[in-house]
Nanobody
Framework: QVQLVESGGGLVQPGGSLRLSCAAS????????YYWVRQSPGKGLEWVSA????????YYATSVKGRFTISRTAARTTLYLQMNSLKPEDTAIYYC????????????????WGQGTQVTVSS
């Protein structure tokens, strides 16, 4: 059974940092792309970042490029999102997701999803 469990969300001031984690289990890690996706209040799903199973290829949405870094453990069992220089517009529920295909567009439907973790950026 595939499980993706996010953690690390919380309340942070503008300019601050957070690191999100996603514990993965129940699938063959080498066959999937790993994603971070977010949803802000009243908005649709926004693709944030992606990393290949091998870790050599990473992609970032324009809105977070240069501030966020995606990574995963060598065993591919944990996915991370290091978020720096956070802005109020980064406030959202953040989800990790996996899919066999590379899907770098908003509203993409990935195969498996976690339950999400809330990130709130506010003074």
């Amino acid at each position: 059974q595939v499980q993706l469990v996010e953690s690390g969300g919380g309340l942070v001031q503008p300019g601050g940092s957070l690191r999100l984690s996603c514990a993965a289990s129940g699938f063959t890690f080498s066959n999937y792309w790993y994603y971070w996706v977010r949803q802000s209040p009243g908005k649709g799903l926004e693709w944030v970042s992606a990393i290949s199973a091998g870790g050599a290829r990473t992609y970032y949405a324009t809105s977070v490029k240069g501030r966020f870094t995606i990574s995963r453990t060598a065993a591919r069992t944990t996915l991370y999102l290091q978020m720096n220089s956070l802005k109020p517009e980064d406030t959202a529920i953040y989800y990790c997701a996996v899919d066999r295909e590379l899907k770098l567009f908003n509203g993409a439907r990935y195969t498996y999803w976690g339950q999400g973790t809330q990130v709130t950026v506010s003074s």
